[in-house]
């Protein structure tokens, strides 16, 4: 099953520092993926994703996703922070069912602090 | 637009009861899911569905069933509630799998 790992429960950071939230997978084969962000008591939302080409993804709010094969990671990042980036994070993957479905397959999410 | 509706927002159930929360979406998505989200364990897939009158299992459905006989509704049935069901639910849509998915306000149930 193809999988993906957030290794940091939270990262903290000041406003206007870069940052950075880590992303790993497990895929045979060509990696889909995806970067969702979840703001206090709502649904998800998505940011970006990778399906081919570049291996620097643009999405939304500013923030992007760097590609690398070789260390088999997705990491996003963001060149300044904002207080209110502040929010829990997932990672997600693109697996295949029992049946051979396709199905979206989420980390365990990394809650992101921006101190003012 | 309305997107993806949940329905209800809030529920607590007595051990042992049934209950359906229903999911409607208006994009006419192909793909729809029902994810539960505990503190701490991120979001786990329980059904999930590629079109109408198709479904499949994700990764915990123990003690959940669905069904999707239309292209807008993936209702997720709990059949005698159990306190380990004490969670977030979440439904979402999506065209295909490697399209962006929309997800509900989701519903927060608790068993007691």
């Known amino acids: 099953a193809q999988s993906v790992a957030q290794p940091e429960d939270q990262v903290n950071v000041a406003e206007g520092n870069p940052l950075t939230v880590k992303c790993t997978y497990s895929?045979?084969?060509?990696?889909?993926l995806f970067w969702y962000v979840q703001y206090p008591n709502r649904g998800l939302q998505f940011l970006l994703k990778y399906i081919t080409g570049d291996n620097l993804v643009k999405g939304s709010y500013g923030f992007e996703a760097e590609f690398n094969k070789s260390q088999t990671s997705f990491h996003l990042k963001k060149p300044s922070a904002l207080v209110s980036d502040s929010a829990l994070y997932f990672c997600?993957?693109?697996?295949?069912?029992?049946?051979?479905?396709?199905?979206?397959?989420f980390g365990t999410g990394t809650r992101l602090l921006v101190s003012p | 637009n309305a997107g993806v509706t949940q329905t209800p927002k809030f529920r607590i159930l007595k051990i042992g009861q049934s209950m359906t929360l229903q999911c409607t979406q208006d994009?006419?998505?192909?793909?729809m899911y029902w994810y539960r989200q505990d503190p701490g364990m991120g979001l786990k897939l329980i059904y999930y569905s590629v079109g109408a009158g198709i479904t499949d299992k994700g990764e915990v459905p123990n003690g959940y069933n669905v069904s999707r006989s239309t292209t807008e509704d993936f209702p997720l049935r709990l059949e005698l509630a159990a306190p380990s069901q004490t969670s977030v639910y979440f439904c979402a849509s999506s065209q295909t799998v490697n399209t962006e998915a929309f997800f509900g306000q989701g519903t927060r149930l608790t068993v007691v």
């Open positions: 994009m006419n998505h192909n793909y």
């Open positions: 997600a993957v693109r697996d295949y069912g029992n049946t051979g479905f396709q199905k979206l397959v």
């Open positions: 895929v045979s084969g060509n990696p889909y």
